[in-house]
């Protein structure tokens, strides 16, 4: 794999310098316009009381282009919303989202997500399911169709094109989702837990095969997930989020060397060592988080 | 090209070599022979609650536990039809009886359907309106809407646009609501998804609300057409010329109870047959459902 294309964000926001930063500076490259770019996001939510919710306070966050960026942070402290608001689904309440240096407005066809819960449409077939995006982007019906097929079977799913969701493990569905995002060719990559529902060999076989389509693909990627462990193995970056609202406390350039075998990496010392200094700072987060659901339970 | 679908394959063809083909097919055999023993016993059993139902009404009539004045008699039921049949009603032949009260009940329904469905999606899709809207269309709803009937009787007169119009507003509203419900219920992880792969506000409409409120609005199409059937009779009830309302409101005034439990076995084997046809409709529109979930219509 392209090891040397790999890019490491240079352009950390001031505020996060401070942040534990571990990168050998002579890793980072020159200065490039980053393809995504959060500066101080905050996010408030209308709850059904009446009152608002801050979901993200002051999220500064840029990706650069090729980087493969990890979210992690305890539950709901605002990774998904993170995400939506980078796919133009939702709109900050203050400071700006900017991909590919424009703010966004709306969804953008140069950006894939794969969503935390099953989006694929259950009235499509496992065919009609991933030629959807082709065929809403306009690609005529045979191609789209012909595309399908090969996105199809290079996850694993062939002589399942005439199945309806239903009839898929919860597993085969998510093959079905990375497939309908993939065949889009997206620039911009965004992943919500995409492997949290599978079973771990299936899913280390997904994490090789993310991070070669990754690499084929070029595209920059945020990959929000709970373990830690997956982050590392996959990642340039691991970004480490407070529990809610949301701010980012640490980031950690992941210098393990490229292509990486996600089932070995883990017995690599650098991984235990960066696994390690991580969850130092994880823990107290995911303990705080859980201090409060004990609490308003 | 990767690990992965060896792998998944290998996994495959594992699970279909394993066991051999003959256990394969007993196990098959076997089971579509339960399914059939089933089959016949549930069909036999109901023909049987057929015969001991119509039986013991006859037999109850002639032992006198029964005044067939009142309830009618089976036997005379059939005479009534046969009479129908053969010499045709006092309106005229009985197909075209038929013929009027169907044509009535079914542009009733399709008039009401079309309606329904499109207030249904643009007050789901437009909050605004839903909000402005709802209490009219709450208020309206309460209504009991057969009293329209005579209205519309005056200002539509006797012939069969009354009908049409009683059958179209019962429909409407069952349609509409669950058009509405339909619509609104349609998940947002979806609508979301279909964004983000690039879909137009049509494509969304087509690909993603329409087949999610479909469910809606197909379970909503099998009580509508007997409301339509309902307002076209209730309809003819009113004041007619022609229609089996009119069959059934005649015997009644004539205390020919035969002939109204006649004309109500005509308007259940239309309501049968419509029933027929809406199941076959569905099961084509929510062919992706889990089967579980439409197998067992009553
Ligand atoms: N539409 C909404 N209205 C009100 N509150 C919301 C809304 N969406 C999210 N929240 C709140 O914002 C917080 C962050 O939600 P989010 O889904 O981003 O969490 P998350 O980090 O993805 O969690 P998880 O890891 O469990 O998926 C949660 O506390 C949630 O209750
Ligand atoms: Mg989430």
Not at chain 1, 112 to 125: E, I, L, M, R, S
Not at chain 1, 138 to 166: Q, S, T
């Amino acid at each position: 794999m392209q090891d040397s294309q790999r890019k490491i964000s240079p352009s950390l926001s001031p505020a996060l310098h401070s942040a534990a930063q571990e990168a050998p500076s002579d890793r980072l490259p020159k200065e490039s316009t980053p393809v995504i770019e959060l500066r101080r996001v905050t996010k408030r939510f209308l709850t059904p009381g009446g009152q608002t919710y801050t979901a993200l306070r002051d999220l500064s966050l840029t990706v650069a282009p090729g980087e493969f960026c990890a979210l992690i942070g305890p539950t709901g402290c605002g990774k998904s919303t993170t995400l939506s608001l980078i796919a133009g689904l939702d709109t900050p309440s203050a400071g700006s989202v900017l991909v590919m240096g424009e703010e966004v407005h709306g969804t953008d066809p140069r950006i894939g997500y794969v969503f935390q819960t099953d989006a694929v449409f259950p009235w499509k077939n496992v065919l009609s399911n991933v030629a959807a995006g082709p065929l809403f982007r306009g690609v005529p019906k045979r191609e789209a169709l012909e595309r399908a097929r090969a996105w199809i079977a290079r996850v694993g799913l062939a002589g399942f094109e005439d199945r309806y969701p239903h009839q898929l493990s919860g597993g085969m569905r998510k093959r079905v989702a990375l497939a309908q995002t993939f065949i889009n060719e997206p620039q911009i990559l965004l992943m919500d837990e995409p492997f949290s529902a599978l079973d771990v060999q299936t899913r280390t076989l997904m994490e090789n095969e993310l991070l070669q389509l990754w690499s084929a693909l070029s595209a920059s990627v945020v990959f929000v997930t709970h373990d830690l462990e997956e982050a590392i193995a996959l990642a340039d970056r691991v970004c480490v989020l407070t529990a809610g609202p949301a701010t980012v406390k640490g980031i950690y350039t992941i210098d393990l060397p490229r292509p990486r075998n996600v089932a070995e990496i883990r017995f690599d010392p650098r991984f235990v060592q960066l696994y390690h200094d991580i969850w130092e700072d994880l823990r107290d987060e995911v303990m705080i988080s859980y201090e409060r659901a004990k609490q308003s339970s | 090209m990767n690990g992965l679908s060896n792998l998944l394959e290998q996994g495959q063809s594992d699970g279909a070599a394993n066991p051999t083909q003959e256990t394969d097919s007993a196990i098959l055999a076997a089971l579509t022979r339960r399914r059939r023993r089933r089959r016949w016993l549930i069909n036999a059993l109901r023909l049987l609650l057929l015969v001991l139902l119509i039986g013991g009404w006859e037999l109850g009539t002639r032992l006198g536990l029964i005044d067939p004045f009142f309830w009618g008699r089976p036997s005379g039921i059939w005479q009534q039809l046969v009479t129908w049949v053969v010499h045709g009603t006092a309106q005229g032949p009985l197909w075209v009886q038929i013929a009027v009260t169907l044509e009535e009940a079914l542009l009733g329904f399709l008039i009401g359907v079309v309606l329904g469905i499109s207030f249904g999606v643009l007050l789901g899709r437009n909050t605004f309106l839903a909000e402005l809207l709802g209490p009219y269309i709450k208020a309206a709803n309460s209504i009991p809407r057969v009293t329209l009937a005579p209205l519309f009787a005056i200002g539509l007169g006797l012939g069969s646009q009354s009908k049409i119009a009683l059958a179209v507003v019962l429909v409407f509203f069952i349609v509409f609501f669950n058009a509405f419900q339909g619509v609104r219920e349609v998940d947002r992880n979806l609508l979301a998804n279909a964004r983000i792969l690039g879909a137009n506000r049509w494509q969304l409409f087509r690909e993603v609300i329409l087949p999610s409120a479909l469910t809606w609005i197909i379970a909503s199409l099998h009580t509508s057409f007997s409301f339509a059937l309902v307002g076209a009779v209730v309809g003819e009830f009113v004041g007619s010329i022609e229609g089996i309302g009119l069959m059934i409101q005649n015997a009644g005034a004539t205390f020919n109870a035969n002939g109204v439990f006649a004309a109500m076995l005509i308007l259940a084997a239309v309501a049968l047959l419509s029933e027929i046809v809406i199941t076959a409709l569905e099961r084509r529109l929510l062919r992706w459902r889990p089967t579980a979930l439409s197998e067992v219509t009553l």
